[in-house]
């Protein structure tokens, strides 16, 4: 895969995805967003990935948000067309078939807090700062924030954060809920991948299945919900993974799962 924004490298069944413009400290350009859409429709159907970690290039910055300087100008409906395309490439992103780690490794403002908050986990290096800056720049966020946030935190403190528009430290993140785990920065990229490793020896299709029934079933009634953990609970019962990891489970053996 070639992009000019992204670089992209594959470690066995792990894939590195790193947003690469670090003279903008990542900041999200037409450019990025674009290819990170383009990035998530080429990589969902591919056979051979089942973790995918997404980090920023540089030691400065994950992503210091969306491109201010591409903003200036904007008439409201291109703003709110940006907003939609932004958002398009976040939900392609959210919704990929295997597990996303974000391993935050420095500034996650704006954009780039909206981007940790549509990949399953997120881990951050002890120098990283997340924040909502919009409100300073007389904005709001419109990446997924003002939705995804109050949904991984509650209300409160994403009202909190929205309109304060402070930067807050990795471990008061972990403390409001969001980020998963604080790690040195010398150790960030191990970590992410120690857990992405054991994340691929599981059964990929459970993987999936299990993630659609907690992103999916998060906005439903909890009956709802229920109802469709035990759908998509007996669709598994059509993989092979499912007797495979049943069978290794009987015979007393590691299961090779080939993620069908
Ligand atoms: N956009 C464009 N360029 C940026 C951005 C950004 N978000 N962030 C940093 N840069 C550039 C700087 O302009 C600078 O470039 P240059 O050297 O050419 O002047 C370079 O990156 C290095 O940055 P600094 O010199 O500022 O580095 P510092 O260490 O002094 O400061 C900060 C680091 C604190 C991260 C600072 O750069 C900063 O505050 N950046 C902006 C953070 C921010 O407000 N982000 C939110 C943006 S809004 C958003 O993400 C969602 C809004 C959606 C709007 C959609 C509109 C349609």
Redesign the pocket.
């Known amino acids: 895969m070639n992009f000019e924004t992204l670089l992209y490298q594959q470690e066995g069944s792990i894939g590195v995805l790193t947003i690469n413009r670090p003279?903008?400290?990542n900041?999200?350009?037409k450019d990025v967003l674009r290819e990170l859409k383009k990035f998530a429709d080429e990589i969902k159907s591919s056979q051979d990935i089942r973790v995918l970690i997404i980090t920023g290039s540089g030691e400065?910055?994950f992503?210091?948000?969306?491109?201010?300087?591409?903003?200036q100008g904007?008439t409201p409906k291109?703003?709110?067309?940006?907003?939609v395309f932004?958002q398009t490439a976040f939900n392609a992103i959210e919704e990929l078939p295997f597990a996303v780690i974000a391993a935050v490794n420095g500034?996650a403002?704006?954009?780039?807090?909206?981007l940790a908050l549509s990949c399953d986990i997120i881990l951050a290096s002890e120098k990283a700062?997340f924040?909502?800056?919009?409100v300073?720049?007389g904005?709001?966020?419109?990446?997924g924030?003002t939705q995804r946030l109050p949904r991984a935190i509650g209300l409160y403190k994403a009202r909190e954060m929205v309109f304060s528009?402070e930067?807050y430290s990795a471990a008061d993140c972990k403390e409001f809920g969001f980020v998963n785990r604080v790690i040195t920065s010398e150790e960030l990229m191990n970590e992410a991948k120690k857990l992405a490793s054991t994340i691929s020896l599981r059964g990929p299709v459970a993987v999936h299945k299990a993630k659609q029934s907690l992103n999916t079933g998060f906005e439903l009634h909890i009956h709802e919900g229920l109802q469709q953990e035990a759908h998509l609970f007996g669709e598994l019962f059509n993989s092979e993974d499912q007797k495979e990891g049943i069978n290794a489970f009987i015979e007393k053996r590691s299961p090779d799962f080939r993620g069908r």
Not at 78 to 83: G, M
Not at 131 to 134: D, F, Q
Not at 139 to 143: A, D, E, M, Q
């Open positions: 003279q903008a400290l900041a999200l350009n400065k910055a992503v210091a948000g969306a491109d201010i300087k591409e903003m904007m291109e703003a709110e067309s940006f907003s932004a500034f403002l704006g954009g780039g807090c909206e700062k924040g909502l800056p919009e300073t720049l904005l709001l966020p419109c990446f924030g528009g930067f």
